[in-house]
């Protein structure tokens, strides 16, 4: 059966029904908001636009909670000063996943990809403890809002299932509106926490900051294998890079917040600057997808060494999603400093996978 993308009514529709599940729905913990933050990231490296459906395996997501949770059970900390507070999630008793990452925390460190790497048993026993609290409390109640149900993302389901089906039209939309879907979801998490911990944080304005700024302060590290790679030039403009020099990512923070190895390049501070938020226009993009290419032996081991995260496929799609978001829209990318240009047509060729 064909399928096509969802008309734009059924887009305001969409928007709508989320409105309805984060605005009329009930929450004892913050589990919704990172289900439906974990579905909208899947939608990205997942799914596609055609407006079909789209599976996603319940460990995937399981994986996402983790990553989500994982910053947010270190003690809260404003500015440069540690409250030592965990934040609380429930409005019972410490929220399950929190009370299960910490101790993976307690017994491996503070980083999720050394973990990972370091301990894969217990990498795999974690995430099938996470996923069955996945199964047996968000995953069939997301969609409840009062007495009625809204069964407009995917079917019910039982509390064993392994998978879960998006309905044709849902991967397209969170694809679509993935930015909004985003401040939406963290705005609406923000706020729950706030009031279940208000005795503790008073009015302070940023925990947001805390909860989903997980990595920045980390991109040091790739200064010392990029400055190699990139042959001690500027990604940008190709000019020798002395002592000033940041790590930029290519596919911006702002658009899709990870940090992946694959997506980062060095820059100079006037280029970096200029670039800001904005894609790089196609003689970048076919720089960065060549680097990828004919450097990646070096790159991915380089990476492994160094313990940080990288999924050169996962970048690939985050940058393919990226791209295809801007030429719908017909916005510009960023060329060199003052200068913008449309997204040419052919700029799929240059991603190789």
């Not at 089906?165 to 879907?181: E, N, Q």
């Not at 500027?234 to 290519?250: A, I």
């Amino acid at each position: 059966m064909s399928v096509a993308p969802p008309t734009p009514e059924d887009q305001v529709l969409f928007l709508r029904n989320i409105q309805r599940l984060l605005g009329e729905g009930q929450f004892t913990a913050s589990y919704k908001f990172a289900l439906l933050h974990a579905i909208a990231d899947l939608c990205v490296i997942k799914g596609d636009d055609t407006g079909g459906s789209l599976d996603l395996d319940v460990k995937d997501i399981a994986e996402k909670f983790i990553e989500l949770y994982w910053q947010q059970c270190r003690p809260f900390q404003s500015g440069s000063q540690s409250t030592g507070i965990i934040l609380q999630q429930n409005t019972g008793r410490q929220a399950a996943v929190i009370s299960t990452v910490i101790k993976a925390q307690d017994d491996f460190g503070s980083s999720l990809f050394k973990f990972k790497q370091t301990a894969p048993d217990l990498w795999r026993s974690l995430k099938g403890t996470v996923k069955r609290v996945v199964n047996e409390m968000p995953l069939w109640k997301l969609q409840t809002v009062g007495s009625e149900r809204l069964d407009f993302l995917y079917d019910n389901l039982d509390t064993t299932t392994k998978t879960i089906t998006l309905k044709p039209g849902v991967a397209f939309c969170f694809r679509a509106f993935y930015g909004l879907m985003r401040d939406l979801i963290q705005g609406a998490w923000v706020r729950f926490v706030q009031r279940l911990n208000a005795n503790n944080l008073g009015n302070l304005t940023d925990l947001g900051t805390f909860m989903f700024d997980q990595e920045r302060s980390s991109l040091e590290a790739y200064k010392h294998i990029l400055i190699d790679v990139q042959d001690r030039q500027c990604f940008y403009c190709h000019q020798e890079l002395r002592t000033n020099l940041e790590v930029d990512h290519f596919v911006p923070w702002s658009r899709y917040p990870t940090d992946l190895g694959h997506n980062f390049v060095l820059a100079h501070p006037r280029c970096n600057n200029s670039k800001s938020d904005y894609l790089a226009a196609e003689q970048h993009l076919e720089s960065w997808s060549e680097r990828n290419r004919v450097r990646s032996v070096e790159l991915d081991q380089r990476l492994i060494d160094a313990g940080l995260p990288s999924d050169s496929l996962a970048s690939i799609r985050i940058t393919e999603w990226a791209y295809e978001q801007v030429e719908k829209s017909k916005g510009q990318v960023w060329l060199q400093q003052a200068v913008f240009q449309h997204l040419g047509p052919k700029w799929r060729e240059l991603l190789v996978a």
